[in-house]
């Protein structure tokens, strides 16, 4: 005759207390209740909508820098075309005209543009307007993945060339 092995002793006595549950009902899932995946319905959409509010946030945060330094750099690079100055008007005349040469404005828009990794156009109205449109490139990092790729910003800033005083003398 075989005697039956003895059943070993559990390795670590329950660490909880006896009575910190008492009265309350335990929820088991097990063979008899198998698991359903109902949560599964509710929580892939919602981390769609999370992921797609993420990218709002951080994307168009990008979008609106974009827009910012687009007209910083348009600003910037209007005063550097105005400040391009024809020399023969500036000696030439009496009162002194000063006219913007086109092809030096043009020229110093340009390097202010191209220094800041942006693209842009120059326009020169009449003799002492400058306008220029700056575009500065972005790219989103959350919503290009629904194929919204490119959040660049645009601005236009104009400058006129000013000669001599531009308030009345005498006080106000």
């Known amino acids: 005759m075989t005697t039956p092995d003895p059943i070993p002793p559990p390795t670590s006595p329950p660490a909880t207390d006896p009575h910190e549950n008492a009265g309350v009902p335990r929820i088991r899932c097990g063979p008899q209740e198998p698991d359903r995946g109902s949560l599964m319905l509710y929580m892939v959409p919602i981390s769609v909508i999370l992921m797609l ?3 709002l946030v951080f994307d168009g945060g990008t979008a609106i820098t974009a827009r910012g330094r687009a007209a910083d750099l348009a600003a910037q690079a209007a005063r550097a075309g105005a400040n391009a100055l024809d020399p023969a008007s500036l000696r030439t005349g009496h009162p002194v005209t000063p006219r913007v040469d086109p092809a030096a404005a043009h020229a110093a828009a340009i390097r202010v543009l191209t220094a800041a990794g942006a693209t842009g156009t120059l326009t020169v ?9 700056a575009t500065v490139p972005a790219r989103t990092a959350i919503l290009s993945a629904i194929g919204l790729r490119d959040v660049s910003g645009t601005a236009t800033a104009t400058a006129t060339v000013l000669h001599g005083l531009s308030t009345p003398q005498g006080g106000p």
């Open 125 to 133: 109205h009449g003799a002492d307007t400058v306008s220029v449109t």
């Open 53 to 55: 509010f993420a990218g």
